[in-house]
């Protein structure tokens, strides 16, 4: 068999997003569902584009706040991960710490937030934030902490200060980690700040579900997951571009 | 010994304070000596070499290197182990320059003799075989070139005293046979002081003044042969008589230490 040329290759994941559309609306037509359970494409089509206005207002409210939360969530991680990475004494001590807190649903942290808070922006921040920060915190320590012993000692017998191993070495080589991981933490920051608006917001794509939902309009609905999973499909692009741009090194010249 | 440049007294290490992983190391390196470590795995070697670099304080005993007690890092020696462990992201002349970029005084005036430093690189880089490889990435390069550019950054601050850990164990026989050479010839124009830790009999021989053999942990020297052989060494001459029964030797005495 012929390999496939690299323009079908190109256009595969459009091909396979067509076909999925396909799929949907005959689907929905053969059985006949109700639009108020499940529409059809066609109807979520139109959905989009008859509410062109609230849902552009909304996914920008959904953008900006997931965009504070992942920059607050970068920043933090990143310090968290330099210093928990480089101290083989603080990365066991914190460790087990961190992997309990991942293991708390953030949702739970929801209610909370809003005591404190207030219902708005400011919890789909946190949420977002809290959600996406400890993939970058595991992964720059861990970028660190994996350090070869005898890199350090060749490092070290010329009087090299922690600092300078870490400039030197360290921060480098965690950078392909670091970069991998605002993939996933992008993506999970988008998932934090729907999960948040769903409950205590009065604006943003998480909240227009909600209430569209209530009010059986599922049209709307299901345009509202359209709009979410293609800006975090869009972020995600980009954070992979810039991974590559970034640490090309990492992959060997592939 | 009157101009011992390493000087050990009755050092001992212990770990983790209770037995020791080297004791009762009594031993004297000249400068510009060529000594060579051999032993069973475990017995201590790569410890010698921290005690050396002072990487590593003694439990008991005295270290000196060049009249000096030793007392933390010594930046006079270079290092170089069994893997490269180049920076992927620097190219092979950056990796060189990176001790220059760390040690006083190079330090500081790295800057602005930034292109002097680089034609120090190129020129070791050059000596070694390495001329066309300096802008490329070390994953470029076949295992032999790394630990040939490894060997470059070990020198490039012109240590006098060279500390290799295995630096040819996971090379082919043919690739080991030929960073012989390269090592011998780079000890021979510069004459730095060279301690080399190795499995390989062969290697010892061909390139040490002095092999010491040390005994299974806790580890102790018991035994020191000077290498009489005329220099400069030939490949062709490891496979004459008096070398192969030299080597013979050494064997014998490594077989009892792991009998015992
Ligand atoms: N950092 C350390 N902490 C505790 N014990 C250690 C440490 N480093 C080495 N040891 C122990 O000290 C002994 C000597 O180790 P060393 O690495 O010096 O051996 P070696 O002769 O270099 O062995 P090999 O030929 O396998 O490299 C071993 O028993 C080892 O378990
Ligand atoms: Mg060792």
Redesign the pocket.
Known sequence: MKPPSKTLERLAPWIAVAALVMIWEATVRLFDVPSFIFPSALETLQALITYAGPIGRHSWQTFWTTLIGFGLGVAVGLVLGLIIGSSRFLYNACYPLLVGFNAIPKVAFVPILVVWFGIGSVPAILTAFLICFFPIVVNVATGLATLEPEMEDVLRVLGARRLDVLLKVGLPRSLPYFFASLKIAITLAFVGTVVSETVASNQGIGYLMMSAGSQMRMGLVFAGLIVISAMAMVMYECFSWLEKRMTGWAHRGR | MASAFVDFEAVALS??GQDN??EGIDLSIAEGEFVAFV????????????LCTGLHAPTTGRVRVDGEPVNGPLKITGMAFQNANLLPWRTVLDNVLLPLEIVEPYRRQFRRRREEFAGWARALLNTVGLADYADKYPWQLSGGMQQRASICRALIHRPRLLML??PFGALDAFTREELWCVLRDLWQAQRFTVVL?T?DLREAAFLADTVYV?SA?P?RVIEKREIALPRPRSIESTYEKTFIDLVHALRSRIGDVRES
């Open positions: 770990y983790d992983a080297i032993g069973p795995s475990g017995c201590g070697k790569s410890t010698f070499m921290k850990d295995e830790v499995h040390m942990r580890g």
